[in-house]
């Protein structure tokens, strides 16, 4: 019931927040301001120095908001997603698939999200487990390619990441995407200090969001 419930958050943030930052306070501010902002999706990713406390600390903040969800990204081995599952990481997201990660989020009963570009990487992570598979680079694809990916396998749940903009967003969510990672454009304004318009970018997107999910009867 944990992954279900875990999973089930995860599809109605829409828009998970990729944040990235030099240092754990940049990251910390940055995640702030996007839940500010409207976004309720966050992955800190372990790129980030003490990345583990951060999430830590994120988590403490908003448990009492089970509507933010608070996740691990860039987890390369199970020892880094046993460190982000101790910290209260509870979804584990990587930009590849690792057998052994796919072990210790099975184990621990949280969603695991790996990278996969190709067919047979997708049927792999399935058959481990996986609940939803990351189409990562987005930028490689475009959204029409989710209908390919789906059509010999139905069950699949993608979360293209990479590529994926305001200017996009409704056509990923129309070929199929059950949610979407978002980084980039969106986080970048927090490397020079201005988490203000972090909030305000973060905001663009939480009001695209809200409208898509209105044009498409597709409220969650």
Request: cysteine-free; proline content about 2%.
């Given at each position: 019931m944990k992954r279900v419930n875990i999973l089930t958050r995860l599809?109605?943030?829409?828009?998970?927040?990729?944040?990235?930052?030099?240092?754990?306070k940049e990251a910390l501010a940055a995640s702030h301001a996007i839940i500010k902002g409207g976004l309720t999706g966050i992955e800190l990713t372990f790129t980030v120095p003490q990345a583990a406390a951060a999430?830590?600390?994120l988590v403490s903040v908003y448990k009492e908001q089970p509507e933010i969800v608070i996740g691990a990204g860039t987890v390369l081995?199970?020892?880094?997603?046993?460190?982000?599952?101790?910290?209260?990481?509870?979804?584990?997201?990587?930009?590849s698939f690792d057998q052994g990660v796919a072990e210790c989020c099975n184990l621990a009963q949280i969603p695991y999200l790996p990278g996969c570009?190709?067919?047979?990487?997708?049927?792999?992570?399935l058959k481990s487990g996986?609940?939803?598979?990351?189409?990562?680079p987005g930028s490689a694809y475009d959204p029409t390619t989710i209908s390919a990916f789906k059509a010999p396998m139905p069950q699949l749940n993608i979360?293209?990441?990479g590529g994926v903009g305001l200017d996009n967003l409704a056509e990923w969510f129309q070929a199929g995407a059950v949610t979407v990672g978002v980084g980039g454009k969106l986080v970048a304004p927090?490397?020079?200090?201005?988490?203000?318009?972090?909030?305000?970018?973060?905001?663009?997107?939480?009001?695209?969001?809200?409208?898509?999910?209105?044009?498409?009867?597709?409220?969650?």
């Open positions: 599809e109605k943030t829409g828009v998970v927040a990729v944040v990235r930052g030099k240092t754990k999430i830590q600390e081995d199970a020892v880094t997603a046993q460190s982000a599952i101790a910290a209260g990481a509870e979804y584990i997201v990587s930009p570009m190709t067919i047979t990487e997708m049927q792999r992570a996986v609940d939803i598979v990351k189409l990562f979360m293209p990441t927090a490397a020079k200090g201005d988490f203000e318009q972090v909030t305000e970018i973060a905001g663009q997107y939480a009001a695209k969001l809200k409208e898509i999910r209105k044009v498409s009867k597709w409220e969650k």
